[in-house]
C-alpha cells in the first residue's frame, strides 16, 4: 500500500520534472474553444516538429495570469475573445509587429501592426425550437408578451462582446431597449455558456445576444437551438492573435500564427464553427457579408465601459 | 526535608522541558511545511494589497489602492451578504446534521454503514455541478417539471435557495464529526448523570453535547469558511437574485480587464479576517474548559436500540439522503445519458456516447483523471503530515509561538482558490528564483495543499484535545522515547480523524476548480478544469458524464483504502 502511494507520490513529481524541462516549445494562451487550440497544435507541430504547450481559459482568465505573470512572463503566444485586448496591449509596447505572409487575404479591419484575427464569431438569438415561442426575426422581438420570463441576457460584465452589443444597442435608443427587456422579465444571467444552458432544456427561450459558434456547434450536435441574426444588425467578435515582445522565441512564434493563417489553419478554424479570418475560405455558416454589423465608435464606447455597466445594473437590479 | 509540594513539582517540570525538547523535530516540521505551503503565498497576496504593481516587480505606490477598494460603496453590502449567507449555510448544516450525526453515535441505527455512504457522497459531488444539477432539475421545464408537471425555480434562485444547495454540499463535515466525537464521548458520562438522576434528556443537554463541542465547533467553523470561500453556488444562484458576495466580486476583479490585483488581495484578505475571528471565537469557547474524554479506559461500545423512535429517525435519514446524495446524482446522470439536453428525459434520448467519449480520451478526458487523482493523493499525505504534526504542536507542547502555528493554519480557510493561485504565481515566478515550481504540476500541489491544509488540522486538532495528557505520561512514566509514545499512543488515537481528513482532502484536491482554472501548468487538465472547458464550450453531456466518473471514482476509491485499512488492523470500524 504504502510502496504504491510512494510510487505516485513520485510519478507526479516526475511529471512535474519532465513538464517543466519543455521551454524550447511556444506556449500559447487562448480563450477557448479547447477543441480548436488542441487541432491546431497537433497540426502545427506535425507540420513543423515544434511542439505547443497550451494553456486555455476564458479570456478574463488568461488575462488574469499573464498580469500575474508580469514580472517573468513565458507566453509567446496569445489569442483572445475581444480586440480590445490587442488594442490595450499595443498601446503598452507589449506587441511584436508581425504581417504574415498568410494574412494577405485578411481584410484590413481585421488585423493591425501587432495582430491578426484567427476567426470571427458573431452574436446573434440563440433560440429553442421547441420553445413554442415564435420564430424572433429582431432583437426588439424578444421584448412581445411571448417572450415573457423567457429571455437570458449574457453579462456584459464578463464577455467583451456582450458589451459591445449591450454598449451598440443602448446607444442608438437610451437604454429603451433594455428597459423593454426587463420589463418582459428578461434576466442577465451570468457569462455566455451559463446564459446558453437553460435554453437548451427549455427554462428560457432565448438568448439575447448569444455567442454564435457554441450555439452552432450545439446545433450540430442535435439540439434544438438555432441562432438568428437580426437584420437590424449585431456585433462581431474578431479573436485578436498576437506575438508578445518578452517571447524568447519569436521565429517560432511567427511560424505558428503563419500556420493559423494557412488553408489548412483556417479550415480547422471553420470547422469549429467559427467564421474564417480569410475571405478565401469557405464556411458552413453565415459569414461577415451576410451579416449587417452595427455602426459604433468602439474607442468611444470602451470609454464610457464603466457608466455603461453602471446603467445596466441599474435596470436589472443590484448585481 | 520532605516537602510535598517540591516532590510534586520537580518531576512536571522535567517533563516540560523533555515534552519540548522531544516535540522539536514535530515542530519544525510543521513551521518548514507551513511556511512553504501557506506562508509564502500568503504574503505574496498581502504584499500585492499593498504594493499595486508587485506583478512588475516594483514597489511603487503603496497603499495607493487600498482607500479606492475599501471606499467602494458596494463593499459593505457584499461583506454583509458573505457574512449573511455563510450564518445560514452553518445553522442549515448544523440543523440538519446534528441530530442525524447523534442518533448515528447513540443508537443502534438499522443500515447505518449504507446511511454513511450515501451522506459521504455529497462531499464527492463538486458543489459547482451539485447546484447545476439542482437547477437542471428545478427550473421550469427541468427534470422535475418533466415528472411531476411543476417546477421550483423562484425558491432556487433565492438566498433560501443557496442556502439549501450549499448546506447539502457541506452537512456531512458536521454529519461525521458529531458522529464521531459524540461516539467518543460515549454515553459513560451522560449515564453518571442518569444515574445521579438527571433525565435522559437533561443528560445529552448537559453532558454528552457539550462534550462534544471541540468536533461540533471545529466542524461548524469549516462550514462557515467554506461557506464564505465558496465560489460556484453563488455565482450560479445569487447573481440572480441580486446577491453579491465577496468571493464573486474577488473574481470579478481579477477576470475583468482591467485586472484589478491589489483590490482582489485587498478583498481576500477581509475575507480571512472574518475567518480568523470564527477561529478565534471557536478557540475562545473551548478554552473555558476541558474536553478531555478518552481517558484510556475502556468505554462500552454497545448502543442503545432505537425502539419508537425507529420510524422517524428511518424516513429523516432516507430524506436527507435521497436531497443530498439522490437528487444532485440522478441529475447528473440523466444530463450525462442524454443525447441532447434539448431532448429532455425519454427513452430515446438515452445515450451512452458521452461516457464512451471520456474512456477513448477525447480531450485528454483520461489524462485528466489520472492528473487529478495523482495529485489528490500527494496532497491528502502532505496535508496529513503537516496537519498532524501542527496539530500536535498546538496542542501537546508547550513551545513557544505555537499560536503562530495555530494562525497559519486557519489562514487558508477562507482565501478564495483564485488568490492563492495569484499568489502563487506572484511568489514562485519571480526572475531571480533559479529554479521554479511554477509551471509544473508542482504548483497545483503546492495550491492544494494551502488550500485544504486546514481540513487535516483541524480534525486532529479536535482529536488531539480530547486525548488526556496522562495517557502520554503513562508511556513515558514506563520508559517510551517521546517518539515511541507519538507513534505508539498519540497516532494510534487521532488515526482515525486523521485517516477520515485525508480522505476529505483528497476528494476536495481532485476537484478543486478555481485555482486550478487559473494556475494549472500548460498543457495540463485536471478533472474540474476538463468539466468546465466543456461547460464553457455547451457540451455539457460530455462534462456532466466526466463529473460522473469522477464523483464514482472518488467514492470508491477511499472506501477501498479504509477496507484495507481495516483488515491491517490500522482502524477500528
Known amino acids: ?77 496569445l489569442v483572445s475573445a475581444s480586440w480590445d485586448t490587442a488594442t490595450d496591449f499595443a498601446k503598452r509596447g507589449w506587441l511584436v509587429n508581425y504581417s504574415s505572409p498568410n494574412a494577405g487575404k485578411v481584410p484590413d479591419f481585421l488585423k493591425s501592426e501587432g495582430a491578426v484575427a484567427q476567426g470571427i464569431s458573431a452574436l446573434g438569438i440563440a433560440w429553442n425550437t421547441k420553445s413554442g415561442t415564435p420564430k424572433p426575426t429582431e432583437w426588439a422581438d424578444l421584448t412581445s408578451k411571448e417572450y415573457k420570463d423567457l429571455v437570458n441576457i449574457p453579462d456584459p460584465a464578463q464577455s467583451g462582446s456582450s458589451f459591445e452589443l449591450t454598449a451598440a444597442l443602448a446607444g442608438q435608443d437610451n437604454f429603451k431597449l433594455f428597459q423593454d427587456l426587463k420589463a418582459n422579465g428578461a434576466i442577465i444571467a451570468g457569462a455566455n455558456a451559463d446564459a446558453l444552458n437553460p435554453v437548451l432544456q427549455g427554462a428560457k427561450a432565448a438568448v439575447f445576444g448569444a455567442v454564435d459558434y457554441i450555439t452552432l456547434a450545439s446545433k450540430a450536435k442535435g439540439e434544438a437551438i438555432d441562432v438568428i441574426f437580426p437584420a437590424s444588425g449585431t456585433v462581431i467578435a474578431p479573436r485578436p492573435a498576437m506575438i508578445l515582445k518578452w517571447s524568447k522565441n519569436q521565429d517560432d512564434a511567427k511560424k505558428f ?60 437590479g443590484g448585481k | 526535608m520532605l516537602n510535598p509540594t517540591k516532590i510534586g513539582r520537580l518531576p512536571r517540570v522535567r517533563t516540560d522541558a523533555q515534552r519540548s525538547a522531544g516535540a522539536a523535530p514535530a515542530a519544525w516540521l510543521a513551521i518548514a511545511g507551513l511556511t512553504l505551503v501557506v506562508a509564502v503565498p500568503f504574503l505574496a497576496v498581502v504584499l500585492q494589497g499593498i504594493f499595486p504593481n508587485l506583478g512588475q516587480g516594483s514597489f511603487s505606490g503603496p497603499f495607493s489602492s487600498l482607500i479606492a477598494t475599501l471606499g467602494d460603496s458596494a463593499l459593505i453590502g457584499m461583506a454583509g451578504n458573505t457574512i449573511l449567507l455563510g450564518s445560514c449555510v452553518v445553522l442549515a448544516s448544523a440543523l440538519v446534521a446534528v441530530p442525524l450525526g447523534v442518533f448515528r453515535a447513540l443508537y443502534k441505527i438499522p443500515l447505518a454503514p449504507l446511511w454513511d455512504l450515501a ?38 434562485f433565492s438566498l433560501f435557495g443557496m442556502t439549501l444547495v450549499m448546506a447539502f454540499n457541506t452537512f456531512p463535515v458536521v454529519y461525521f464529526a458529531v458522529s464521531r466525537t459524540v461516539e467518543a464521548v460515549g454515553s459513560r458520562y451522560a449515564d453518571v448523570g442518569r444515574v445521579f438522576g438527571a433525565t435522559p434528556a437533561r443528560a445529552f443537554w448537559r453532558i454528552t453535547l457539550p462534550l462534544s463541542a471541540p468536533g461540533l465547533a471545529a466542524s461548524l ?44 488581495a485587498i478583498l481576500s484578505i477581509l475575507l480571512v479576517a472574518m475567518s480568523l475571528a470564527t477561529f478565534l471565537l471557536q478557540r475562545w469557547i473551548l478554552a473555558q474548559r476541558s474536553y478531555q474524554t ?128 495569484v499568489g502563487l504565481i506572484l511568489a514562485w515566478n519571480m526572475p531571480w528564483l533559479p529554479v521554479t515550481p511554477y509551471n509544473t504540476a508542482v504548483i497545483l500541489l503546492l495550491a492544494y495543499c494551502c488550500i485544504l491544509l486546514p481540513q487535516p488540522v483541524r480534525y486532529t486538532t479536535a482529536a488531539f484535545q480530547q486525548i488526556g495528557d496522562n495517557l ?76 460522473f466518473i469522477a464523483i464514482l471514482i472518488t467514492t470508491l476509491l477511499p472506501l477501498l483504502l479504509l477496507m484495507l485499512l481495516r483488515r491491517s488492523g490500522l482502524v477500528a470500524d
Open chain 1, 1 to 77: 500500500m504504502l510502496k504504491s502511494l510512494k510510487s505516485i507520490t513520485f510519478g507526479v513529481f516526475a511529471a512535474a520534472l519532465t513538464a517543466g524541462v519543455a521551454h524550447a516549445d511556444v506556449t500559447v494562451y487562448t480563450a477557448g474553444p479547447q477543441s480548436l487550440i488542441d487541432k491546431l497544435s497537433a497540426g502545427f507541430t506535425k507540420q513543423t516538429g515544434i511542439k505547443v504547450n497550451v494553456f486555455q481559459a476564458t479570456t478574463g482568465k488568461v488575462m488574469a495570469r499573464i498580469e500575474a505573470e508580469a514580472a517573468n512572463p513565458v507566453v509567446d503566444v
Open chain 1, 257 to 316: 500564427i503563419d500556420y493559423m493563417l494557412s488553408d489548412e489553419g483556417q479550415k480547422t478554424v471553420a470547422s469549429e464553427m467559427l467564421m474564417p479570418a480569410r475571405t478565401d475560405i469557405p464556411a458552413n455558416r453565415p459569414l461577415i457579408s451576410d451579416l449587417k454589423l452595427l455602426k459604433y465608435d468602439t474607442t468611444a464606447v470602451y470609454g464610457k465601459r464603466k457608466e455603461t455597466l453602471a446603467e445596466i445594473t441599474k435596470i436589472y
Open chain 2, 119 to 156: 451522506l459521504l457522497v455529497p462531499f464527492m459531488i463538486p458543489p459547482y455541478i451539485a447546484t447545476l444539477g439542482w437547477i437542471m432539475t428545478l427550473q421550469p421545464r427541468g427534470y422535475l417539471q418533466q415528472i411531476a408537471g411543476f417546477n421550483l425555480a423562484p425558491f432556487l
Open chain 2, 221 to 264: 467553523m469549516l462550514v462557515f469558511a467554506a461557506a464564505i470561500e465558496e465560489y460556484g453556488t453563488p455565482a450560479a444562484l445569487g447573481r440572480r437574485a441580486g446577491f453579491q458576495v465577496l468571493v464573486t466580486g474577488i473574481d470579478l476583479r481579477i477576470t475583468d480587464w482591467p485586472i484589478d490585483l491589489p483590490g482582489a
Open chain 2, 294 to 421: 478518552v481517558g484510556g479506559k475502556p468505554i462500552a461500545k454497545d448502543k442503545r436500540p432505537l425502539g419508537k423512535l425507529k420510524i422517524p429517525v428511518m424516513i429523516a435519514f432516507a430524506a436527507v439522503s435521497f436531497l443530498a446524495t439522490g437528487v444532485p446524482l440522478l441529475a447528473i446522470l440523466a444530463t450525462a445519458l442524454s443525447r441532447t439536453i434539448s431532448g429532455g428525459l425519454s427513452f430515446d434520448n438515452i445515450s451512452f456516447n458521452n461516457f464512451i467519449l471520456v474512456f477513448s480520451n477525447s480531450a485528454g478526458a483520461v489524462n485528466a483523471l489520472i492528473n487529478s487523482f495523482s495529485l489528490g493523493i500527494a496532497t491528502a499525505l502532505i496535508t496529513g503530515l503537516i496537519g498532524v504534526m501542527a496539530a500536535y504542536t498546538v496542542v501537546k507542547t508547550k513551545i513557544r509561538g505555537r499560536m503562530t502555528i495555530d494562525i497559519m493554519t486557519i489562514l487558508p480557510n477562507a482565501l478564495p482558490g483564485i488568490v492563492v493561485a
Open chain 2, 472 to 547: 502520554e505520561a503513562a508511556a513515558r512514566v514506563f520508559g517510551a522515547s517521546s517518539l515511541t509514545a507519538f507513534r505508539r499512543i498519540l497516532l494510534p488515537l487521532v488515526f482515525p480523524s486523521l485517516a477520515s481528513a485525508m480522505l476529505l482532502v483528497f476528494a476536495l484536491a481532485s476537484r478543486e476548480l478555481v485555482a486550478s482554472v487559473v494556475i494549472a501548468p500548460v498543457g495540463m487538465q485536471t478533472i474540474a478544469t476538463f468539466i468546465w472547458r466543456q461547460f464553457e464550450q455547451g457540451s455539457i453531456g460530455l462534462g456532466m458524464a466526466m463529473a
